[in-house]
Every structure is written in structure tokens, then in C-alpha cells.
């Protein structure tokens, strides 16, 4: 199937990659634009939000690209502006942003707990209440929120404040869901499981000796006996955007080779 998303204006936050490849963002941010939609690509880096609008527009795309850090109410409220001055409307908001911290329990700092949540969950609340009004009085829109799969599974990483708020983000989207079905408006969430990205192999590649073995037991971790790829979260986030979802809302979503499923 093809153009899907024909005539949506798309918003993603962290549509960049923090690394050579292809970050969930990045990835969800071009698949949109193949299909047909018109996509407002933004990143903490501007050179990697304008690197995805660069792939946009090389397949004959649409895509326009700003910045904005995701815990900034100012920020976030600029982007969107952005969005709605470029394209006069916003169709479906994705979001991308998040980060992890390993320590132990006792050597979580205050400083670490605020910064995870905030850049896991209150970046969403901040893009999603400065979205939904319009989209609320546009009459209605998709939400995406890109959570994890730690969120409802306790793994081997000990990153506390990222699993609590990815947790609460999960919370959240149902919430919207519920309260903003009368407006039109579905949220739902992806939650990706072990997935090979230039964003895990910066964070989680020190908890092991050398990549080769962080590979060689991430695939190991997946029943499937492999890593899923940035454009399975894509496809998935695709999806729940797309009118093909039109009676799907609240959901959360594991894209993980079945790990969900396993209890390891």
C-alpha cells in the first residue's frame, strides 16, 4: 500500500538519529513521508532533523526541519508553531524523544531522576498539551508515543528513572485516548523491545565488554533470535497513525520479537 498518510501533515519530535543509521525517529519520520505525508522533522540537533528533511526531499518528499529541546515548554510550543506556519495544520504528532542512565539504585542522582523523566515523559505531556487543542479543534488527529517495552517488563539495565517514565508515558497516552475520544483524537503507543539503533549502541554498549558480545546477547534476548530494526517501530508507529487504525486507540504496542511474551 502506498500513501496512506496522502495530504497529513505529520509532527515528529526527535525525528533525528544520535548516531551513523537509523534511529526510531528518523526511520518513522522518512516512512511517513513515503507515505504522502508532509513532515515537520525536529531534533535537539539541527544538523540531524535537516539531515532526515534532506532524505525526505531526495525521494521527491515533503519535509521541513527545526529544533527544539523537548523539555522546553518554549521550545515545543515554538515548534509547533513552526509546524502550523509551514503547513497550516497538524494531521499526526510523533514522539520520538528519550534517553537512558545506567546506575544502581543508590547511585541514581536527584539530578539523573529529573532528567529522565523529564526527557522520557514530560517532553511528551508538553508537545501533546500543545498539540491537541489543535488538533481538538481541527477536529480530531493521531498521537504516537514512542515508549518501551521496559516500561511493563523489568530487564538487566538497571535505568530506573527511563523505565518509571516510560511507565507513566504508557499511563498517559491511555488517558489521552480515553478523554479525547470524543474529539476525534487517537493516541496510542509503540513500544519497542530490544532494537539494534545508533541510540543503543551509544547508551547500553558500556554494560558490556565490547559490542560484539552487547550484540551478541540483545539478539539473544529476542525469542526471534535477532534484534528488530528501527523500521519495525516504524512500520508499527505507521500503522496506528494511518486511517487503518481508525477504530484502534489506547493501545500500547510491543514491537519486540515476541520478548513481551517470553518473561525474559
Not at 53 to 61: D, F, T
Not at 97 to 109: F, Y
Not at 208 to 222: I, T, V
Request: net charge neutral; charged share 20%; aromatic share 6%.
Amino acid at each position: 500500500m502506498a500513501n496512506r498518510l496522502a495530504n497529513k501533515v505529520v509532527l515528529v519530535f526527535g525525528a533525528g538519529s544520535s548516531g551513523p543509521g537509523w534511529g526510531n525517529g528518523k526511520a518513522a519520520a522518512v516512512l511517513y513521508a513515503r507515505e504522502g505525508a508532509a513532515v515537520v522533522a525536529v531534533d535537539i540537533a539541527r544538523g540531524a532533523a535537516e539531515e532526515t528533511v534532506e532524505i525526505i526531499r531526495s525521494e521527491g518528499g515533503t519535509g521541513a526541519a527545526t529544533t527544539a529541546d523537548i523539555t522546553s515548554e518554549i521550545d515545543v510550543e515554538a515548534a509547533v508553531a513552526f509546524a502550523l506556519e509551514r503547513f497550516g495544520r497538524i494531521d499526526i504528532l510523533h514522539n520520538n524523544v528519550g534517553m537512558t542512565e545506567m546506575a544502581e539504585l543508590d547511585q541514581v542522582s536527584l539530578d539523573s531522576w529529573h532528567r529522565g523523566i523529564d526527557l522520557n515523559l514530560t517532553g511528551a505531556f508538553l508537545a501533546c498539551r500543545a498539540v491537541v487543542p489543535r488538533m481538538k479543534a481541527a477536529g480530531g488527529g493521531a498521537i504516537v508515543n514512542v515508549s518501551s517495552l521496559a516500561s511493563m517488563q523489568v530487564n538487566n539495565y538497571p535505568y530506573y528513572p527511563y523505565l518509571t517514565a516510560k511507565a507513566g508515558l504508557n499511563h498517559f497516552t491511555r488517558a489521552i485516548a480515553v478523554r479525547h475520544a470524543p474529539d476525534g483524537i487517537r493516541a496510542n503507543a509503540v513500544l519497542p523491545g530490544v532494537i539494534d539503533t545508533p541510540l543503543v549502541r551509544n547508551q547500553i554498549a558500556g554494560r558490556f565488554k565490547d559490542e560484539a558480545e552487547m550484540l551478541k546477547a540483545r539478539n539473544a534476548a529476542s525469542p526471534m533470535g535477532r534484534m528488530g530494526t528501527a523500521w519495525d517501530v516504524a512500520h508499527a508507529a505507521l500503522f496506528l497513525a494511518s486511517d487503518e487504525a481508525g477504530y484502534i486507540t489506547g493501545v500500547c504496542l510491543p514491537v519486540d520479537g515476541g520478548k513481551s511474551c517470553a518473561g525474559r
